[in-house]
């Protein structure tokens, strides 16, 4: 069984960063996509970025674009996402979630059958 856990959210000013983790067990995701997403309060959740198996390959949703970025080290079966220049809209709970095996990324929730339980992202301004 697959598991993903996510690290690394906290409190951070605007203008900070943070960088979060995503530890997957249970099986090797090295050939998966993965994306991150959020919801914040009273939102519904949303595309942040995706990532493809290689880690050659990202996209980002508009609202990010220049201030995250996404990697992953296939040799921890881990993925990260780094946040630079936050904002206070930014605040949120992110997940990230792994693709099936041979799946490239992908912006779409529902191709994602494996999910974190999410880590609180609170940026104050």
């Known amino acids: 069984q697959v598991q993903l856990v996510e690290s690394g959210g906290g409190l951070a000013q605007a203008g900070g960063s943070l960088r979060l983790s995503c530890a997957a067990s249970?099986?090797?995701?090295?050939?998966?996509?993965m994306g991150w997403f959020r919801q914040a309060p009273g939102k519904e959740r949303e595309f942040v970025g995706t990532i493809n198996w290689s880690g050659s390959e990202t996209s980002y949703a508009d609202s990010v674009k220049g201030r995250f970025s996404i990697s992953r080290d296939n040799t921890k079966n881990t993925a990260y996402l780094q946040m630079d220049s936050l904002k206070p809209e930014d605040t949120a709970v992110y997940y990230c979630?792994?693709?099936?095996?041979?799946?490239?990324?992908?912006?779409?929730?529902?191709?994602?059958?494996?999910w974190g339980q999410g880590t609180q992202v609170t940026v104050s301004s």
């Open positions: 979630a792994a693709r099936g095996l041979h799946y490239s990324g992908s912006s779409y929730q529902t191709n994602y059958p494996y």
């Open positions: 249970g099986r090797d995701l090295s050939t998966s996509g």
